[in-house]
């Protein structure tokens, strides 16, 4: 089984500031690495897929890179709607996801 | 624009099985080259895979909770279906059902609001 460890748990940031989110693979998943955003009460919102390629529809602030085990998600400037959880998704074998970075206000 | 929407009993007795099912609508599930899948979520925590389907119908499980789960379609009411059996009280959670639209059918770009099933006697 992959583990997606992802850090930190909580991020607590300012509106317009640059958020750097973390998921590193227990092993190498190439490049089938996805990224979700979650608000309370709703489904997930896929961001990210394959590692950088943004999904329909999302802003260009949204970016995603890394391959192998190390992936990154960078939101450029925060907008008071992004303030969420985030999970990173692995395609590798059978689907799996992180366990969720919270991005607060700070 | 393809909707899902889950459906199915809220509260289920420990032992019993879980069956909860997805109708689409806005399109057929039988066409084009999706995966349509069951992902839970129980209460403050992360997401869980269970399976998907094809639209040819093979299907394709998590491991940790293959012996329990089957998922199956019936493309003549536009539904899939997610049976779990022998539940209990660590299968409470928000269930969701997906359509896999990208990465080959395992990243999910369509997703059903969700619905909690509670196990409980």
């Known amino acids: 089984e992959i583990v997606l460890t992802q850090s930190p748990a909580t991020l607590s940031l300012s509106p317009g500031e640059r958020a750097t989110l973390s998921c590193r693979a227990s092993?190498?998943?190439?490049?089938?690495l996805a990224w979700y955003q979650q608000k309370p009460g709703q489904a997930p919102r896929l961001l990210i897929y394959?590692?950088?390629n943004r999904a329909t529809g999302i802003p260009a602030r949204f970016s995603g890179s890394g391959s192998g085990t190390d992936f990154t998600l960078t939101i450029s400037s925060l907008e008071p709607e992004d303030f969420a959880v985030y999970y990173c998704?692995?395609?590798?074998?059978?689907?799996?996801f992180g366990q969720g970075t919270k991005l607060e206000i700070k | 624009q393809v909707q899902l929407q889950e459906s199915g009993p809220g509260l289920v007795k420990p032992s019993q099985t879980l069956s909860l099912t997805c109708t689409v609508s806005?399109?057929?599930?039988?066409?084009?080259?999706?995966?349509w899948s069951w992902i839970r979520q129980p209460a403050g925590k992360g997401l869980e895979w269970i399976g998907r389907?094809?639209?040819?119908?093979?299907?394709n499980y998590n491991p940790s909770l293959k012996s329990r789960v089957t998922i199956s379609v019936d493309t003549s009411k536009n539904q899939f279906s997610l049976k779990l059996s022998s539940v209990t009280a660590a299968d409470t959670a928000v269930y969701y059902c997906?359509?896999?639209?990208?990465?080959?059918?395992?990243?999910?770009?369509?997703w059903g609001q969700g619905t909690l099933v509670t196990v409980s006697s």
């Open positions: 389907i094809y639209t040819s119908g093979s299907t």
């Open positions: 997906a359509r896999g639209s990208y990465c080959g059918g395992d990243c999910y770009s369509d």
């Open positions: 092993q190498s998943v190439s490049s089938y």
């Open positions: 806005g399109g057929s599930i039988s066409s084009g080259s999706y995966y």
């Open positions: 394959d590692a950088s």
């Open positions: 998704q692995q395609r590798s074998n059978w689907p799996s």
